[in-house]
C-alpha cells in the first residue's frame, strides 16, 4: 500500500460528459501528480501541483484541469469526454527526496 | 524531445532464467528510478540510483546506473513468475529545479515469466 489513496476505482460514462477524479496523497507530500496511461501511448505526464499550486504541465488537454486544495487532496476534472479518453488515470504523490513517486491505485475509466 | 528508451519492449522468458533490461537516453539525469507495474495497478517504486557507476541489489534484482549517469540496466537472478510485469524506468531531469526535477518516463519492458 502506497498510502496515495484514488477515488473512484472505475468510472464509465458516455461522450460529452464530464467526471472528477480524486485523489489524496500520502501524509506529509506537498506534490501530487497526475497521468494518464493508455495501452499505446504509455505513462504520459499530465499535471503537477505543490502544497495547492500548479508546478508543471505535461500533455493535459485543456478540456482537462485540476486543482489541489488547503488538504492537499487533489481532484482532476475531465469535461467533454471522448472516446479516446478512456485509460487508467493515475495520481502520484511525492516533494520528498530524490524526486521519488508513490502512484495510487489508479481509476479506470471508461467512455462509451 | 527527452527521451527514455527502454529495450527490449517484450520479454517473455522461463522461471529459472536471467535478464537484463536496458533503459538509455542521451541525457544526463541526477537520479534514474525504476518502477514495477502489475496489470491495472499503479507502478511500485523499487530503487532509487544517483550516483554514476552505482549498484543495488534487492533481493534476486540488481541495478546499475551508468557511469555517466545517462543509463541504466536492470538484471533479475533466476526469474520467477511474480516478477511478471512492466519495468518502468524515470530520468530526474538534472536540467531542472533540483527540489523538483522533472521526471522523464519510458515506455516500459513488459516482462512475462512462465512457469
Known amino acids: 500500500d502506497s498510502g496515495v489513496t484514488q477515488t473512484p476505482k472505475h468510472l464509465i460514462t458516455a461522450t460529452g460528459q464530464r467526471v472528477t477524479l480524486r485523489c489524496s496523497p500520502r501524509?506529509?507530500?506537498?506534490?501530487v501528480y497526475w497521468y494518464q496511461q493508455s495501452l499505446d501511448q504509455g505513462l504520459q505526464f499530465l499535471i503537477q501541483?505543490?502544497?495547492?499550486?500548479?508546478?508543471a504541465k505535461g500533455n493535459i488537454l485543456e478540456r482537462f484541469s485540476a486543482q489541489q486544495f488547503p488538504d492537499l487532496h487533489s481532484e482532476l476534472n475531465l469535461s467533454s469526454l471522448e472516446l479516446g479518453d478512456s485509460a487508467l488515470y493515475f495520481c502520484?504523490?511525492?516533494?520528498?527526496?530524490?524526486?521519488?513517486?508513490?502512484f495510487g491505485p489508479g481509476t479506470r475509466l471508461t467512455v462509451l | 524531445t527527452q527521451l527514455l528508451e527502454q529495450s527490449p519492449q517484450f520479454l517473455s522468458i522461463q522461471e529459472g532464467e536471467n535478464l537484463t533490461v536496458y533503459c538509455n537516453s542521451s541525457s544526463v539525469f541526477s537520479s534514474l528510478q525504476w518502477y514495477r507495474q502489475e496489470p491495472g495497478e499503479g507502478p511500485v517504486l523499487l530503487v532509487t540510483?544517483?550516483?554514476g557507476g552505482e549498484v543495488k541489489k534487492l533481493k534476486r534484482l540488481t541495478f546499475q546506473f551508468g557511469d555517466a549517469r545517462k543509463d541504466s540496466s536492470l538484471h533479475i537472478t533466476a526469474a520467477q513468475p511474480g516478477d511478471t510485469g512492466l519495468y518502468l524506468c524515470a530520468g530526474a531531469d538534472a536540467g531542472t529545479e533540483k527540489d523538483n526535477r522533472k521526471l522523464i518516463w519510458g515506455l516500459g519492458t513488459s516482462l512475462a515469466v512462465n512457469p
Open positions: 501541483y505543490y502544497n495547492g499550486e500548479e508546478r
Open positions: 502520484a504523490s511525492g516533494g520528498r527526496a530524490d524526486n521519488e513517486q508513490f
Open positions: 501524509s506529509g507530500d506537498l506534490s
Open positions: 540510483v544517483v550516483t
